[in-house]
């Protein structure tokens, strides 16, 4: 039996203390990869969580500094899907909320850019899959009740 690649999705929330609003986190792929704007997004190793992986997918991706971090939350967004390389995947959402935003240094083996978005900038198209905007739109809703 072919067994699923397990990946995790990480939206990274900041509070933006200019604005005294959350933001979001988009990086950018590079050239080799189609150069879209996404979420985190990373491989499950080994006997991870999806939870554990997510947050090292992020940290590696985004040099996030886990003392920032105020809460991780499951989305309970899941998605099954073939990739480029056609291997079956089963893929898990989570938010990770952040007390301050970073200078973000990426890989360029994997990014060229990123970009913090406010709230209002999530629409259709911002985004290249629609499970990336599908997290972004919950993670508003999830901020929403923070009083956000």
């Not at 990274?12 to 879209?36: C, V, Y």
């Not at 959402?93 to 890989?107: G, H, P, V």
């Not at 994997?110 to 990336?132: A, C, L, M, P, T």
Request: with cysteine; hydrophobic share 35%.
């Amino acid at each position: 039996m072919n067994q699923k690649t397990k990946k995790a999705q990480v939206l990274i929330a900041a509070i933006d203390h200019a604005s005294h609003s959350f933001k979001f986190l988009l990086l950018q792929t590079n050239e080799q990869r189609g150069r879209f704007w996404q979420n985190v997004t990373g491989k499950i190793e080994g006997e991870e969580t999806f939870e554990e992986g997510g947050l090292r997918e992020a940290i590696e991706e985004t040099q996030l500094n886990i003392e920032t971090i105020v809460d991780i939350v499951d989305l309970g967004l899941s998605y099954d899907f073939t990739d480029q390389r056609g291997r079956k995947v089963h893929e898990k959402s989570f938010l990770i909320i952040c007390d301050k935003m970073w200078d973000i240094t990426i890989d360029p083996k994997e990014h060229q850019d990123y970009k913090w978005i406010s709230q209002d900038e999530v629409e259709e198209g911002i985004v290249k899959f629609r499970s990336n905007l599908e997290t972004l739109e919950k993670a508003k809703l999830i901020l929403r009740n923070w009083g956000v």
